[in-house]
């Protein structure tokens, strides 16, 4: 039995899939409730390994903002097809941006207002402080 199937085997609910860094899944329950088929569940693997990949470029680039704002716009698009594909709206609320590994918002405050939308950015944050402060300076002089 390879580790994959062992995996597997253990998660019986889920649809577990490799990943770089070790194993990942997707509840069985939630792919029936979004009648999601086979094709949309590759799909979506693909997406969710194309998310981790990008959070290790943007890791990789936090010293160079105007690429790091290139790979977070990647990111919010990745997101958005995965809404498309699970069959829901495409709505930015329900991005959890603070998941991003380099992201230093406060995690645990974001989680309780999930999906809210009234999350909470850092102003240290590398990856969306900058961002909070431009908005800050819009609001003043705007
Ligand atoms: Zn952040």
Known sequence: MTTLEKMQADNPWMVVYKTKSGFAGIPKAMIA????????????????????SLCVKIEAAMSDPPICDALLEKWTENEYKLQDLWGFDRDSRYHKFWEIPSCQCPKMDNDDAYPTGYYTISGACKLHGRHHMIRVVQTITG
């Open 33 to 52: 409730r979004q009648k999601v088929n086979e094709e949309q569940v590759l799909q979506i693997i693909k997406l969710q390994k194309k998310r981790n």
